[in-house]
């Protein structure tokens, strides 16, 4: 059983802007993901679930890395499922003046 690759970086087929994936957010922010979901040692689908994390990172695209890695760490200790693969479709921003700051993940599938 092996991981899928998020593409994040446009190079690989991400199409948020580098500028965003730059952004140095000043406080946590929580990124927020619906519907994730992988699959089993014998390829079938893992039932979708909704996931959200307060990672405070020098970047988005270093707190996208963190993001990434929790949700793989979730998939094996709970479900015994691995990452699908897709790419960063793109990231919708809470307002500015929310609290915390709220990055929802879109992911497209390869």
């Given at each position: 059983?092996?991981?899928?690759?998020?593409?994040i970086?446009?190079e690989e087929g991400?199409r948020?802007?580098?500028?965003m994936l730059?952004?140095?957010?000043?406080?946590?922010?929580?990124?927020?993901?619906?519907?994730?979901?992988g699959?089993?040692?014998?390829e079938?689908?893992?039932?979708p679930?909704?996931?959200?994390?307060?990672?405070t990172a020098p970047?988005?695209?270093?707190?996208?890395?963190v993001?990434?890695?929790?949700?793989?760490?979730?998939?094996?200790e709970h479900?015994d499922?691995c990452l699908r693969?897709?790419f960063l479709?793109?990231?919708?921003?809470?307002d500015?003046?929310?609290e915390p700051?709220?990055c929802e993940?879109v992911?497209g599938?390869?």
């Amino acid at each position: 059983m092996t991981h899928g690759k998020w593409r994040i970086e446009n190079e690989e087929g991400g199409r948020v802007p580098l500028s965003m994936l730059n952004l140095q957010p000043v406080d946590p922010v929580a990124y927020r993901m619906k519907d994730v979901w992988g699959f089993d040692s014998e390829e079938l689908p893992v039932e979708p679930f909704d996931i959200e994390i307060r990672i405070t990172a020098p970047t988005v695209r270093e707190g996208l890395q963190v993001f990434e890695t929790a949700v793989r760490e979730y998939l094996e200790e709970h479900f015994d499922a691995c990452l699908r693969d897709q790419f960063l479709e793109q990231l919708v921003w809470s307002d500015d003046y929310a609290e915390p700051r709220v990055c929802e993940i879109v992911m497209g599938d390869c």
